[in-house]
């Protein structure tokens, strides 16, 4: 099994940054692909960014790209995604996630989850 904790949330105005964390516990081996994912309220929960733990490799949102960067220390099973020059656009949960398959982008493919951590912007 795996367990994912997310922390670093948190009320920011726009245009702030902000750096969320993730740590991994349990059979982090078997973890491929670790990403970012955030759900909105009245929203369906989407793809913010993804990391792969032999070459990281990254894929990010069109939304993000640019503005939020994505980075893993296998070595200290941990993840995090910095986020700059943020919108009231961004105000979500965001869940950390992983899968030990390929990087993909939509959410059923990813097999553990965090419980979410809340990141608001205000105007």
């Known amino acids: 099994q795996v367990q994912l904790v997310e922390s670093g949330g948190g009320l920011v105005q726009a245009g702030s940054s902000l750096t969320l964390s993730c740590a991994a516990s349990g059979r982090t081996l078997s973890l491929n692909v670790m990403g970012w994912f955030r759900q909105a309220p009245g929203k369906e929960r989407e793809f913010v960014a993804a990391?792969?733990?032999?070459?990281?490799?990254?894929s990010y949102a069109d939304s993000v790209k640019g503005r939020f960067t994505i980075s893993r220390d296998n070595a200290k099973n941990a993840l995090s995604l910095q986020m700059n020059s943020l919108k009231p656009d961004d105000t979500a949960v965001y869940y950390c996630a992983a899968t030990s398959g390929l990087l993909r982008t939509p959410p059923q493919y990813y097999t553990y989850w965090g419980q979410g951590t809340q990141v608001t912007v205000s105007s």
């Open positions: 990391i792969v733990r032999s070459d990281s490799a990254t």
